[in-house]
């Protein structure tokens, strides 16, 4: 099983928080909270959460963590949650539930499969989208990307800025992720 994971996110996501070393009544005053979304990715469904904690939410970190049907880890990312357009204006932990809730809300109709990421034309540098660009994870050539494309596997994709998108496929026994587009923001 392939598992992809970003920075400092693995011990984040698995429950090793500074926040731990605190005491309860301690962590009520900052910006705790949690989220969770079931993906129906195929014939599987898949755990989404995201969990945010910090003094207060102004500098709050929030992590999203995919899971597989047995509870482990595929995929986990770290953000600053001012810098999460869905996340950055939340400022209380009140706000920051609802805001995670937003935030994991995996349904993209414009893009449900990665059947429907843009093509990756040969002597092209990149996936050629118009007016919103797609680029390719690092590490992810065009051999590689339109693999991913001609599986047609589900697609989850979320906020990841202010003004991008981050997809990951679901590919049976992990998940690869497959890159960033742009939008307007």
Known sequence: ???????LAAALALGCTPAQDQEEGALAAGCDARAAYAWAAGEQTLSVEAVS??????????????RDASGDPMFIDSYLARHVMVLAGAADQAAMQTALGEWLDGSNPAMPTSAALPDWPANAQGPVSGEFPFYPSDGLDRVGYLAVRAANAPLYCFVQGMESLRCVAYEGEG?????AQVFPG
Do not use: S
Request: charged share 15%; net charge neutral; with cysteine.
């Open 1 to 7: 099983m392939r598992m992809i994971v970003m920075g």
């Open 53 to 66: 904690f910090g003094p207060d939410c102004a500098r709050a970190v929030a992590v999203l963590v995919m």
């Open 175 to 179: 998940v690869t992720d497959v890159g």
